[in-house]
């Protein structure tokens, strides 16, 4: 087993050492490529290291020889230091993806060998320089060949000196270097940035785990991290945030615009219609914990892992820019265009589930945009929640007054449910409901605490209270109206019941309680009883028989007192039938009941005086079809079909909320102009 891991060890060491050595042959072709002005300066150089000597030999006893001998050991390292410069200058011809590390590697010994030349060449010089004067001052010819010597090298050490400061310059050795490292971060980052995919059936959050694992790969970020370190100490990072910021803005873009972002841009007065507006709400809220939630938090952290050696207000800076590039701003802006929509109570649920959307992301928009570099997203996102809190406060505060302005409207002409009446009630249960309660109550909470008021505890009942309250007043306002008795009984019929069997078990019901709702029950009774006295109870007192057994020898007679008595019963019929076949019972329950009272007190009182009499009419001699127009089976299918509501009459339509869970269309709003029917 140790013999066959040794050999597998040598055929591996092999493969590295055929891989360096193409390596080899490779950099050896570059170097062959080398500039001229470096080569020029390879030459120099060994004549400067010779010329040193002599000079250092020469003037040995001479008072110089210590400057001498203390130039020597540097100049030295200068030479051998630009061989190093020189073969690393070659070395980083080559693409740094190819072996990112072994490439950081030579930009980092090119950057040391450069400093220690720079430094070293000075020290020689400040020296030499020395030496240079002592011999001037000394009036030596100045063809002497030790004096031109010591000159010509100190221009060459100068231009040594100088090597470091070119090489950064465009064209440079090492800003070649540093662009190839910039190339290849942005590389790097475009590989491996990829759009996010949203899933519309599972919400933001659920769209994707951010917490599972960072968008890029560990060794990628580390690889971005080596690039950054030999940058950011080069001056030049910079450069990088910039790609950084470009390419994953370009990402993040991309992530958003697949979501079909349109209706965001869409002005209030677009919209056609409040379902539109709904989906649109329900859109914008969806793709706006995704963009919070998925793309930002993940940008987020990707930048604190990639640049968490660099300062961190300078990465927080770019993060803002990605999410300006990305388009929060426009989410910003939607929710404004809502909060200007004409103040109905329809826009204070708007507003909740605009309040409720920011509410949720409240400590990630904290987290994410807490930072200087974000105010303007701070500003504009403070600005929001309080047009938002204001403007649910003011909508909701003027329920009760809104309920009372549609007094002075008319009732429905056919005694059926208003549309106001089933508007308020679902909108009040709306607003009981556990999605919009709590959202309500703090809503509320935060608006007296901006007021530095305290809060209320029953300030949200009171108010339904107030509300229901200013409905039965409006109620027994509009039956007055009606000039027809029996009608306005019926109205308030409809409308008790209504209250009763709509209310009860819901959370409006449990709110105005089970005595509240018993009363009106008990009304319903009442008026139904007196709609009964107010109009068909007329008809079985017309088919009375008083009279008739006085005149039953005198048959003719009593003919024409049953004639009388079915015509003026006929005619009666007709009327009521005639106009109460305009009118309309709302509730399927009770419009049966009700037309089977008006058959039981009617229908079986005709056929029994059609029983005893039909026979004494048709004896007359005349057509029984003048005075007898209806059979028993007759008015009961009449008067089973009366009450129907009827298709299209608003008096049947029932408002709609606009978010999600009342699904009939409104036709107009609850608002200040009175439109109670």
């Given at each position: 087993m140790?013999?066959?891991g040794?050999?597998?060890?040598?055929?591996?060491?092999r493969r590295?050492?055929?891989?360096?050595?193409?390596?080899?042959?490779?950099?050896?072709?570059?170097?062959?490529?080398?500039g001229?002005?470096?080569?020029?300066?390879?030459?120099?150089?060994?004549?400067?290291?010779?010329?040193?000597?002599?000079?250092?030999?020469?003037?040995?006893?001479?008072?110089?020889?210590?400057?001498?001998?203390?130039?020597?050991?540097?100049a030295?390292?200068?030479v051998?230091?630009?061989?190093?410069?020189?073969?690393?200058?070659?070395?980083?011809?080559?693409?740094?993806?190819?072996?990112?590390?072994?490439?950081?590697?030579?930009?980092?010994?090119?950057?040391?060998?450069?400093?220690?030349?720079?430094?070293?060449?000075?020290?020689?010089?400040?020296?030499?320089?020395?030496?240079?004067?002592?011999l001037?001052?000394?009036?030596v010819?100045?063809?002497?060949?030790?004096?031109?010597?010591?000159?010509?090298?100190?221009?060459?050490?100068?231009?040594?000196?100088?090597?470091?400061g070119?090489s950064?310059?465009?064209?440079?050795p090492?800003?070649?270097a540093?662009?190839?490292?910039?190339?290849?971060?942005?590389?790097?980052?475009?590989?491996?940035?990829f759009?996010?995919?949203?899933?519309?059936?599972?919400?933001?959050?659920?769209?994707?785990?951010?917490?599972?694992?960072?968008?890029?790969?560990?060794?990628?970020?580390?690889?971005?991290?080596?690039?950054?370190?030999?940058t950011?100490?080069?001056?030049r990072?910079?450069?990088?945030?910039?790609?950084y910021?470009?390419?994953?803005?370009?990402?993040?873009?991309?992530?958003?615009?697949?979501?079909?972002?349109?209706?965001?841009?869409?002005?209030?007065s677009?919209?056609?219609?409040?379902?539109?507006?709904?989906?649109?709400i329900?859109l914008?809220?969806?793709?706006?914990?995704?963009?919070?939630k998925?793309?930002?938090?993940?940008?987020?952290?990707?930048?604190?892992?990639?640049?968490?050696?660099?300062?961190?207000d300078?990465?927080?800076?770019?993060?803002?820019?990605?999410?300006?590039?990305?388009?929060?701003?426009?989410?910003?802006?939607?929710?404004?265009?809502?909060?200007?929509g004409?103040?109905d109570?329809?826009?204070?649920?708007?507003?909740?589930?605009?309040?409720?959307?920011?509410?949720?992301?409240?400590?990630?928009?904290?987290?994410l945009?807490?930072?200087?570099?974000?105010?303007?997203?701070?500003?504009?996102?403070?600005?929001?929640?309080?047009?938002?809190?204001d403007?649910?406060?003011?909508?909701?505060?003027?329920?009760?007054?809104?309920?009372?302005?549609?007094?002075?409207?008319?009732?429905p002409?056919?005694?059926?449910?208003?549309?106001l009446?089933?508007?308020?009630?679902?909108?009040?249960?709306?607003?009981?409901?556990?999605?919009?309660?709590?959202?309500?109550?703090?809503?509320?909470?935060?608006?007296?605490?901006?007021?530095?008021?305290?809060?209320?505890?029953?300030?949200?009942?009171?108010?339904?209270?107030?509300?229901?309250?200013?409905?039965?007043?409006?109620?027994?306002?509009?039956?007055?109206?009606y000039?027809?008795?029996a009608?306005?009984?019926?109205?308030?019929?409809?409308?008790?019941?209504?209250?009763?069997?709509?209310?009860?078990?819901?959370?409006?019901?449990?709110?105005?309680?089970?005595?509240?709702?018993?009363?009106?029950?008990?009304?319903?009774?009442?008026?139904?009883?007196?709609?009964?006295?107010?109009?068909?109870?007329?008809?079985?007192?017309?088919?009375?028989?008083?009279?008739?057994?006085?005149?039953?020898?005198?048959?003719?007679?009593a003919?024409?007192?049953?004639k009388?008595?079915?015509?003026?019963?006929?005619?009666?019929?007709?009327?009521i039938?005639q106009?109460?076949?305009?009118?309309?019972?709302?509730?399927?329950?009770?419009?049966?009941?009700?037309?089977?009272?008006?058959?039981?007190?009617?229908?079986?009182?005709?056929r029994?005086f059609?029983g005893?009499?039909?026979?004494?009419?048709?004896?007359g001699?005349?057509?029984?079809?003048?005075?007898?127009?209806?059979?028993?089976?007759?008015?009961?299918?009449m008067?089973?079909?009366?009450?129907?509501?009827?298709?299209?009459?608003?008096?049947?339509?029932?408002?709609?909320h606009?978010?999600?869970?009342i699904?009939?269309?409104?036709?107009?709003?609850f608002?200040?102009?009175?439109?109670?029917?």
């Amino acid at each position: 087993m140790e013999e066959s891991g040794t050999f597998e060890n040598l055929l591996a060491a092999r493969r590295v050492l055929k891989s360096s050595l193409e390596k080899s042959r490779d950099l050896a072709s570059e170097i062959h490529k080398t500039g001229s002005r470096l080569q020029e300066v390879n030459q120099r150089l060994p004549s400067l290291e010779a010329a040193i000597k002599i000079i250092g030999h020469k003037c040995s006893l001479l008072e110089i020889r210590g400057h001498i001998k203390h130039a020597v050991g540097p100049a030295a390292a200068v030479v051998k230091v630009f061989d190093v410069v020189h073969g690393l200058e070659n070395l980083l011809l080559s693409n740094p993806s190819f072996d990112l590390v072994r490439y950081l590697s030579f930009v980092k010994q090119l950057e040391e060998a450069l400093r220690f030349l720079t430094d070293n060449c000075g020290l020689v010089i400040l020296w030499l320089e020395d030496v240079v004067q002592f011999l001037e001052e000394r009036k030596v010819d100045e063809d002497d060949r030790y004096l031109l010597t010591l000159r010509k090298t100190l221009k060459i050490l100068g231009e040594l000196q100088a090597m470091e400061g070119r090489s950064r310059l465009s064209g440079g050795p090492l800003f070649d270097a540093l662009e190839k490292l910039e190339t290849e971060f942005r590389h790097l980052l475009m590989e491996n940035s990829f759009p996010v995919a949203f899933s519309s059936t599972s919400g933001g959050q659920k769209a994707c785990d951010v917490s599972a694992s960072s968008p890029l790969a560990v060794p990628v970020i580390q690889k971005l991290q080596a690039i950054l370190e030999r940058t950011n100490g080069n001056d030049r990072i910079e450069s990088c945030i910039n790609i950084y910021v470009d390419v994953r803005s370009s990402n993040a873009r991309a992530t958003m615009q697949a979501l079909d972002l349109n209706y965001l841009d869409i002005s209030l007065s677009e919209f056609e219609s409040v379902q539109r507006i709904e989906e649109s709400i329900d859109l914008w809220s969806s793709h706006l914990e995704f963009a919070i939630k998925c793309v930002l938090e993940q940008e987020y952290r990707l930048y604190n892992d990639v640049f968490q050696k660099v300062e961190s207000d300078v990465w927080k800076s770019c993060f803002a820019e990605i999410a300006v590039q990305s388009g929060i701003q426009s989410f910003i802006k939607f929710g404004n265009t809502i909060t200007k929509g004409k103040k109905d109570a329809i826009k204070l649920l708007k507003l909740l589930d605009i309040f409720a959307a920011l509410n949720k992301l409240r400590f990630d928009f904290n987290r994410l945009f807490g930072g200087k570099s974000c105010a303007d997203i701070q500003t504009q996102t403070r600005d929001l929640i309080k047009k938002v809190v204001d403007g649910a406060c003011e909508i909701f505060q003027e329920l009760s007054v809104q309920v009372e302005l549609q007094r002075q409207s008319t009732p429905p002409p056919d005694g059926s449910v208003p549309r106001l009446l089933t508007f308020i009630t679902d909108y009040c249960n709306q607003l009981l409901e556990d999605d919009y309660r709590p959202i309500l109550i703090q809503v509320l909470e935060i608006h007296q605490s901006w007021n530095r008021k305290e809060f209320e505890e029953g300030i949200l009942s009171n108010e339904i209270h107030k509300i229901m309250r200013g409905i039965e007043l409006n109620l027994d306002t509009w039956a007055n109206r009606y000039e027809n008795t029996a009608l306005s009984c019926l109205f308030m019929m409809n409308n008790h019941w209504y209250l009763f069997k709509n209310l009860k078990g819901t959370k409006l019901g449990d709110l105005v309680g089970d005595s509240w709702l018993r009363r009106h029950e008990q009304y319903t009774e009442y008026y139904a009883a007196v709609y009964f006295k107010e109009s068909w109870a007329k008809l079985p007192s017309l088919l009375s028989e008083e009279g008739l057994i006085l005149f039953s020898d005198g048959r003719s007679v009593a003919r024409d007192l049953v004639k009388k008595r079915l015509k003026a019963f006929r005619d009666v019929f007709d009327e009521i039938y005639q106009e109460q076949s305009e009118w309309v019972v709302s509730d399927k329950s009770l419009r049966v009941k009700t037309c089977q009272n008006v058959v039981e007190m009617i229908v079986p009182v005709y056929r029994k005086f059609m029983g005893n009499y039909m026979p004494l009419v048709e004896q007359g001699g005349t057509s029984p079809n003048k005075y007898v127009k209806y059979t028993g089976e007759n008015l009961e299918n009449m008067m089973g079909s009366l009450l129907q509501p009827k298709l299209g009459k608003f008096g049947n339509t029932k408002c709609t909320h606009l978010i999600g869970k009342i699904k009939n269309v409104v036709t107009s709003h609850f608002s200040s102009t009175p439109a109670a029917a």
